[in-house]
């Protein structure tokens, strides 16, 4: 909850009660999905225990090639997700062993237990992707709670009311969106139909080897090598994936690492070879890496996995 407040693309409020309270398309690209997540606190006094989900899901119009026709089907479908979105869907018992890595062992200490937050979804990764292309994140942070608003699902959790992002056959009727030229429309329609089409599914993403995903991702109207990356690691939540078109973490590998500022290709080769030591977490090391450079760098909004504007 503390990190998805600086998270732009969630504009999240956190609740003083402990509750995180979720509204999101679900995977199925026609139902939304309203979530209250706790976690327990152990009672040996060992620190916090079972994640417990409490959700809602509301039916949209099914897609006949997405469509879950069992409520059972669906609500384990629900927590599958959920679990992605909190990368709780992975085996971390060997990421302690990282540790003997004393950059590792840092961030660790530093973030105690922190996984990576991802996007709900591949498909709200991409549209945030082309919604922030090029102008500032803040400015994309305000369009996307506001299409949240205005074209998205309203739903009650926990005694709140969230909105959460349009659903792709709500996304693709869509004609204008202000702060949004012309040609951003007509990319995020066309990645509406990819989610639709099961283009953007998650579990098939991260079933291939990362190279032939990111070129999947990247065959996507709009979407370049940064936003392919961002897809596949924050939207599928693929847990080993080094970012090599990721500026801001390249500088915190070499600041944490001790390494002059990378300025070229090999630069970046030789980054990739660190971060093959955190294999099979290199994504999750790169997020904590993330994380801190954020927790140190000056005050102000700053969007994780947003791409560069130029």
Not at 49 to 75: C, D, I, K, L, S
Not at 145 to 166: C, D, E, K, N, S
Request: glycine letters at 8%.
């Amino acid at each position: 909850m503390r990190f998805l407040e600086g998270f732009g693309p969630a504009s999240y409020d956190h609740a003083a009660d402990g509750i995180l309270r979720l509204a999101f398309p679900a995977d199925d690209g026609a139902s939304v999905v309203a979530a209250a997540v706790r976690q327990e606190v152990r009672a040996d006094g060992g620190g916090t225990g079972t994640v417990r989900a409490e959700f809602t899901v509301h039916p949209g119009t099914p897609h006949p090639a997405t469509a879950v026709t069992a409520e059972a089907a669906a609500n384990q479908a629900v927590r599958a997700q959920l679990a992605r979105i909190l990368s709780l869907d992975v085996d971390a018992t060997g990421f302690p062993g990282l540790a003997a890595d004393p950059v590792v062992a840092g961030l660790t200490a530093d973030h105690p237990e922190l996984r990576p937050v991802c996007f709900h979804s591949p498909y709200e990764a991409a549209t945030w992707a082309i919604i922030g292309n090029r102008i500032r994140m803040t400015q994309a942070a305000v369009i996307k709670a506001r299409m949240a608003h205005q074209h998205g699902h309203r739903v009650h959790i926990a005694g709140q009311t969230l909105h959460a992002f349009p659903t792709p056959e709500a996304l693709r009727t869509l004609t204008h969106v202000p702060g949004l030229t012309d040609i951003k429309i007509q990319r995020l329609h066309a990645l509406a139909e990819a989610a639709l089409d099961g283009k953007l599914d998650a579990p098939h993403l991260r079933a291939l080897p990362a190279g032939h995903a990111l070129a999947e991702l990247r065959a996507l109207p709009g979407i370049g090598p940064f936003s392919a990356e961002l897809i596949l690691i924050r939207g599928a939540g693929h847990p080993d994936v080094f970012p090599r078109h990721e500026p801001r973490v390249h500088k915190a590998v070499a600041t944490a690492y001790g390494l002059g500022a990378p300025t070229t290709d090999d630069d970046v080769t030789q980054l990739a070879k660190i971060a093959d030591r955190w294999k099979p977490y290199r994504s999750w090391v790169a997020f904590l890496l993330r994380v801190r450079a954020h927790d140190t760098s000056s005050p102000g909004p700053v969007c994780h996995g947003s791409p560069p504007s130029s």
